[in-house]
């Protein structure tokens, strides 16, 4: 008999629908302490399998595709995407799933989303991790005027190219040179899987989400307040990210700052192994509320 094939598996998976309609694919493997897993810009649910074969074997691991990204849907709603929904997502999906808390995993476009979550639902949260954030986030008023002026460019070139020619082009920029060299087998899946998303969901997701969403600088009150263990990992061939999770390290007061060398943006599947040992730190001393244990009590 043929065994089934693991697409096969994946078309039986259930979707979750948000108070405004919108479907949104998840898959998940596992029992125990829950782990949400948000994906970046060039991502999906599948960036996140490095993670998930190795935490689902000690936790409950979910991972979805966002709105824009299939088989979740692709609104064709500019108004259906921006930072706030994008954490209110996280909130339905974990509503859906009967997740009162769990950890909250999120990489560079995903990671402002869990930073979010952590700074407006942190009775969620049992801790945030922050991986390749910082992009855009820039303290220079300059400095942010022209990074929405590239994000117009990269929504209008997946507007204008197709699916296959804009990811190709995304897929090679400066802070995935390290993985491109350093694992050339590993980036190829990463640029295929892009191949594979919606042209349409890329551009709206790049005008009303990533080049309108607060910077670091922006979040600074409420990340002053931040309450819940927070990870930041930065590879330090991500040039775009650096500053960001420095200033996160100090502005944060519950966070710690793991940067990976000789490592780019793609951190989360370029150096899984380094990834998943300092997620398996986090994780045991959040649960085991050992965090600040390097700290004097308040």
């Not at 008999?1 to 598996?9: D, L, N, S, V």
């Not at 950890?103 to 009775?123: E, K, R």
């Not at 986030?137 to 197709?162: C, G, I, N, W, Y």
Request: hydrophobic letters at 40%.
């Amino acid at each position: 008999m043929r065994a089934p094939a693991a697409t096969e598996g994946r078309a039986q998976m259930p979707k979750i629908k948000t108070a405004d309609g919108v479907n949104l694919y998840y898959e998940e493997a596992g029992v125990g302490t829950p782990v949400v897993f948000v994906h970046e810009f060039a991502g999906d649910y599948r960036t996140w399998e490095p993670q998930l074969r190795y935490f689902s074997r000690s936790h409950r691991c979910v991972t979805y595709s966002q709105r824009g990204y299939p088989p979740s849907d692709v609104p064709s709603d500019p108004n259906s995407y921006g930072q706030d929904i994008a954490r209110s997502d996280v909130i339905a999906l974990m509503d859906a799933l009967g997740i009162e808390r769990a950890h909250v995993v999120g990489h560079s476009m995903g990671a402002y989303t869990s930073l979010h979550v952590g700074m407006h639902d942190p009775q969620r949260c049992i801790s945030v991790t922050a991986a390749g954030c910082g992009w855009g986030s820039l303290p220079d008023p300059a400095a942010r005027a022209a990074m929405r002026v590239q994000a117009a460019e990269t929504a209008k070139m997946f507007t204008e190219k197709s699916m296959a020619e804009a990811a190709a082009i995304y897929s090679d920029t400066p802070t995935r040179q390290a993985q491109k060299y350093k694992d050339p087998r590993g980036y190829a899946e990463f640029a295929r899987m892009l191949a594979q998303h919606s042209s349409q969901g890329h551009a709206l997701t790049m005008t009303m989400l990533q080049a309108k969403r607060p910077t670091l600088w922006d979040m600074e009150a409420d990340l002053r307040k931040f309450s819940v263990p927070l990870l930041i990992i930065c590879g330090d061939e991500d040039e775009t990210c650096l500053d960001g999770s420095v200033f996160l390290k100090r502005i944060a007061p519950t966070a710690a700052l793991y940067v990976v060398p000789r490592s780019g943006h793609t951190i989360t599947s370029e150096e899984p192994a380094a990834v998943n040992a300092a997620l398996a730190e986090l994780f045991a001393a959040a649960e085991g509320g050992r965090w600040l244990a390097h700290k004097p009590s308040a």
